[in-house]
């Protein structure tokens, strides 16, 4: 069974920073990643990282966002800076084979809210 428990979100003005982390119990070898969705707009894939660290990113957060995992802790972690308003999105860990997090296998934490303000 896996587990997926989000901290670190809150509010920060525009090109602030904040630390996401997901504290992941049985996630394995899995691939995991950070969803976002604000309200009125769809889920986007903000990164990904496999079980060997390769890390994927969207367009609109490349260079300012980084994502990383510690197995030791089995965290994930997410690293936001330069903030921007339309970041501002409920943020969710997620956990799955292939990163097919629309699997019926997909895990998926309660999310954390951003809120970037201008």
């Known amino acids: 069974q896996v587990q997926l428990v989000e901290s670190g979100g809150g509010s920060v003005q525009a090109g602030g920073s904040l630390r996401l982390s997901c504290a992941a119990s049985?996630?394995?070898?899995?691939?995991m990643g950070w969803i976002r969705q604000a309200p009125g707009k769809e889920r986007e894939e903000v990164s990904t990282?496999?079980?060997?660290?390769?890390?994927t990113y969207t367009d609109s957060v490349k260079g300012r966002f980084t994502i990383s995992k510690d197995n030791a802790k089995s965290t994930l972690y997410l690293q936001m800076n330069s903030l921007k308003p339309e970041d501002t999105a409920m943020y969710y860990c997620?956990?799955?084979?292939?990163?097919?997090?629309?699997?019926?296998?997909?895990?998926w934490g309660q999310g954390t809210q951003v809120t970037v303000s201008s």
């Open positions: 997620v956990a799955a084979y292939l990163c097919n997090w629309y699997s019926g296998g997909a895990y």
């Open positions: 990282i496999n079980y060997y660290g390769t890390a």
């Open positions: 049985g996630a394995g070898r899995y691939c």
